[in-house]
């Protein structure tokens, strides 16, 4: 008698605590994100805000924008150190612009540590992103290749699943994610010298699909890899 007593008293104070650990994630329901990974990004380097509402104990929704940068932070370090260094192409790196959208649901699973919450979630995106680039290229008649400087107007529209982490310590957040996900690319080069010509590949020739700069519109697999952090409110 004793010990069902003793196992009833125990199972209430579990309740309790998993009560209680649910309302410290539920307590403050608006969340800011910033994503510093997105500045480090050599092909869409971006500034990224994002924001987040607790709709229930299990669902939240979250809106995240931002702009295209002219160019990445190693593009800006390695920018300055070709200028220093009295290299002639000081304009050897890329330059972008442009913007991009995304939109998120997560589905909380329930968790008794109250410092973080795991989560599964749909997201679905919208990149445009215009640069100014310098490219291998394959002479169709020669089939030598040459070097080019060309304009490449590129969008990007599709979704991902992810699997994610979230911790939080009072009003600072962390979150980590992955996934994989689907994406429609296109891709129009301007302003080339002999726009006929092929891109030179820089895989093997059976893997092309993947030069992210190649001409053209494609189905490609995505694979995301979201850091952020902030606080919540």
């Not at 612009?97 to 795991?118: A, C, H, I, P, Q």
């Not at 100014?132 to 002479?139: G, K, L, P, Q």
């Not at 400087?149 to 980590?176: A, C, E, P």
Request: proline share 3%; charged share 20%.
């Amino acid at each position: 008698m004793k010990k069902a007593i003793l196992i009833i008293i125990a199972c209430f104070f579990t309740l309790i605590t998993f009560s209680q650990t649910e309302n410290k994630r539920l307590e403050k329901k608006n969340l800011i994100h910033f994503s510093p990974l997105s500045l480090f990004d050599f092909i869409n380097p971006s500034f990224q805000i994002g924001y987040e509402r607790v709709l229930s104990s299990s669902i939240s929704a979250k809106i995240e924008g931002g702009i295209i940068l002219p160019r990445s932070i190693e593009g800006f370090v390695l920018n300055e150190l070709l200028t220093s260094s009295g290299s002639t192409d000081t304009t050897g790196l890329a330059t972008y612009s442009g913007f991009l959208w995304k939109g998120e649901v997560k589905y909380w699973f329930k968790d008794t540590r109250s410092r973080m919450g795991k989560y599964i979630s749909i997201e679905g995106f919208y990149l445009i992103n215009k640069g100014h680039y310098r490219s291998e290229f394959i002479n169709s008649i020669s089939q030598k290749s040459y070097w080019e400087w060309y304009d490449l107007d590129k969008t990007r529209i599709g979704f991902n699943v992810k699997l994610g982490i979230q911790i939080h310590w009072n009003k600072f957040i962390m979150s980590l994610s992955s996934g994989l996900g689907i994406v429609y690319r296109t891709a129009i080069h301007k302003n080339r010298s002999a726009p006929n010509d092929d891109i030179y590949p820089v895989f093997f020739e059976d893997f092309r699909w993947l030069i992210y700069d190649r001409e053209g519109t494609d189905w490609m697999l995505n694979i995301p890899i979201n850091y952020t952090i902030g606080f919540r409110f």
